[in-house]
């Protein structure tokens, strides 16, 4: 069976895992656990420490961004009172790229979600929250509490910071703007289902695996041909409990405190950036079929929707053909 790099994380099953001690011998790929997933990067070629050096760099991203680590600057904003913390330029950047989409996204994407996100836990809990927590929960959530100004951050009425939904983006373009600077031209970087297609595989685009929602793993809805993209993912089925036949999985909608409930079962972003890539695909899943395509075409983006009916619908940039029965998708 052709094998072909997956958007999540059954990925790792499908790379090359090569050992990236024995220098120059490409591809060089290395793996690590780091941000709550499984990290993959796969260099074709560049410059020996490339590899090593894009890993490092994932881990002071880590530290900057995560909520769980105490020295973050995440960690100082949700601790801080409504004080004003300085931060790293680039926690303002991103603070700034996850406010622009969620002003586009008329709050869809919220950055200021995290009781919800905590009160669901769905990776731990198995039955849903009482409806007076979730109204308590709602109180705190609203990214307009959150002003920059500079490299200060102010977290007003409470309101704590989960970049959850668009860190991994980040830290993407962050990693392919190192990679080119160590003259690699040709890379997969995978964190964890964020995917950036570096160039090309000998002159060929790389070809995606869109996953099947809730199949096994090596089961695609279609194949995507890319090269200098970034594809992010997210869906119903990658973390979620089921309670009484209903599924309730990880992406709340900030408006009512419950998760998505609109028949998306995954949406794809295909974008040059993945930021954006990673905060749209959280704000399209939320935001249904229509206003997912208007935001995306405000972004320049394309999208690629799997329905719960099992409908494929992709955005105008996106050209489809069947290839021995399977959809095979081009951007135009
Ligand atoms: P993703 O897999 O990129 O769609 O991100 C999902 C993660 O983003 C969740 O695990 C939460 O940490 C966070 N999240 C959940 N709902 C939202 C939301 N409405 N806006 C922003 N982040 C969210
Ligand atoms: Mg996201």
């Known amino acids: 069976m052709k094998k072909y790099l997956y958007l999540l994380l059954p990925l790792l099953l499908t790379l090359p895992l090569f050992c990236s001690c024995e220098k120059n011998v490409y591809p060089l790929s290395a793996t690590e656990f780091m941000m709550d997933t499984v990290i993959t990067i796969t260099v074709y070629d560049g410059e020996a420490d490339a590899l090593d050096s894009a890993m490092k760099l994932c881990k002071k991203y880590e530290n900057l961004f995560s909520r769980t680590v105490e020295t973050s600057d995440i960690v100082k904003i949700n601790n801080s ?15 700034k ?22 009160l669901w836990n769905v990776t731990k809990n198995t039955t849903p929250p009482k409806q007076d927590k979730i109204t308590e929960g709602l109180k705190s959530v609203g990214y307009k509490n959150i002003h920059i100004d500079g490299n200060t951050v102010t977290a007003n009425n409470g309101v704590k910071l989960d970049l959850g939904g668009i860190a991994k983006g980040y830290i993407t373009d962050k990693v392919v703007e190192h990679l080119k600077q160590k003259k690699v031209t040709s890379a997969i970087i995978n964190l964890g289902g964020n995917l950036y297609l570096l160039g090309n595989k000998k002159g060929e685009p790389f070809s995606v695996g869109i996953q099947k929602p809730f199949g ?54 295909v974008s040059d950036s993945s930021s ?26 394309e999208l690629i929707i799997i329905t719960s009916d099992d409908q494929l619908i992709t955005t105008d940039g996106i050209n489809r053909n069947t290839k021995k029965g399977e959809t095979v998708l081009n951007l135009k």
């Open 216 to 269: 096994n793993s090596d089961q695609h809805s279609a194949v995507l041909m890319m090269e200098n993209k970034t594809a992010v993912t997210s869906g119903v089925y990658q973390r979620y409990f089921k309670h009484n036949g209903q599924l309730y999985h990880h992406i709340i909608d900030p408006k009512t405190g419950y998760p998505a409930n609109n028949g998306l079962y995954a949406v794809t972003v």
């Open 97 to 118: 790229i996850a406010l622009d989409i969620a002003e586009k996204s008329d709050g869809a994407f919220d950055p200021t979600v995290l009781p919800l996100v905590e």
């Open 81 to 95: 009172n409504g004080t004003p913390v300085t931060v790293d330029p680039e926690t303002s950047e991103l603070l």
């Open 276 to 301: 954006l890539a990673d905060g749209l695909s959280t704000a399209c899943l939320l935001l249904g079929t229509e206003k997912a395509t208007a935001l995306a075409k405000e972004y320049g983006a």
